[in-house]
């Protein structure tokens, strides 16, 4: 049975062209791991830090991803109504 640790974090932290990023790399055919959802995205880390790593991210999702990978997080959940870490993480307001 395979078991991980999810870092649940709102959508704040993210950039507006984040969204459009996610919501446009969600669609792709296996190529990436991004499940877009009403409220947010899942994102499932790669073990290899610099393949989560995307040059159309803003360095707020960079910052987030490493900190997740870092910290042992094996998949990211960005939520509307998920916590808010504004003393971790930039906040953005869209």
Same mark, same amino acid.
């Given at each position: +049975?395979?078991?991980? !640790? ?6 704040? *932290?993210? /950039? ?8 446009? !790399?969600?669609?792709?055919? $296996?190529? *990436? +791991?991004?499940? %877009?959802?009403? /409220? ?6 790669? =073990? ?5 790593? !995307? %040059?159309?991210? %803003? ?9 997740? *990978?870092?910290? $042992?997080? !094996?998949?990211? =959940?960005?939520?509307?109504?998920? /916590? ?11």
């Amino acid at each position: +049975m395979e078991e991980y !640790k999810v870092l649940a974090i709102s959508t704040c *932290h993210i /950039t507006i062209k984040d969204s459009a990023t996610l919501n446009k !790399k969600s669609k792709g055919l $296996g190529k *990436h +791991m991004i499940l %877009s959802r009403d /409220t947010g995205w899942f994102i499932k880390l790669y =073990e290899e830090l610099e393949y989560n790593l !995307k %040059s159309e991210f %803003s360095p707020s999702l960079i910052k987030i991803i490493t900190f997740a *990978h870092g910290n $042992g997080y !094996k998949m990211i =959940e960005l939520d509307a109504d998920a /916590t808010e870490y504004p003393k971790l993480f930039e906040v953005f307001d869209w």
